[in-house]
């Protein structure tokens, strides 16, 4: 496995510091952020999932802990529209230029608004995908939120 992807370029030329973690990505998980945190022996909350939404009809990015749901009204709320909903998963590919289980919100094809929920703060490192599946970037989270732009609310 590659340790340097699109996701860890942007890192690097941002100058953000992190760390690369590899573990043993499995394809059939029923929740694949809950996998990899048990895979790293990391706790659920630190590990954040990227998932892309559709918020009336225009591409977002929403990241969160493994173990919780977003909250797809406030998220759509928060993004200033008025419903939000999954996106499918070969679109996601497509806009993001990555598969899904390996979706990074760093470095993706197109630049979308970004919401990170505010509970990742409660801790000084998190987990977030490196741009490959079993490839997580540790790094603190106020350098993530700033290197995406994104904004940080309550969206669980």
Excluded: W
């Excluded at 990241?63 to 909250?71: A, F």
């Amino acid at each position: 496995m590659s340790k340097t992807t699109r996701a860890t370029q942007t890192l690097q030329q941002a100058g953000i510091s992190f760390s690369v973690h590899a573990y043993e990505y499995d394809p059939n998980a029923e929740r694949i952020g809950l996998q990899a945190a048990e895979a790293m022996g990391a706790d659920p909350s630190s590990v954040l999932k990227t998932l892309m939404v559709l918020v009336d009809n225009k591409p977002a990015c929403v990241i969160l802990p493994s173990d919780q749901e977003v909250n797809l009204k406030k998220l759509a709320s928060i993004l200033g529209g008025k419903a939000a909903q999954m996106m499918k998963p070969t679109d996601a590919e497509r806009v993001t230029g990555y598969h899904v289980g390996g979706i990074s919100p760093f470095g993706q094809k197109k630049c979308v608004p970004t919401v990170l929920e505010q509970s990742a703060f409660e801790h000084t490192q998190v987990f977030m995908n490196g741009g490959q599946r079993g490839l997580q970037v540790k790094l603190d989270p106020h350098a993530a939120a700033a290197v995406l732009d994104a904004k940080v609310a309550g969206v669980i």
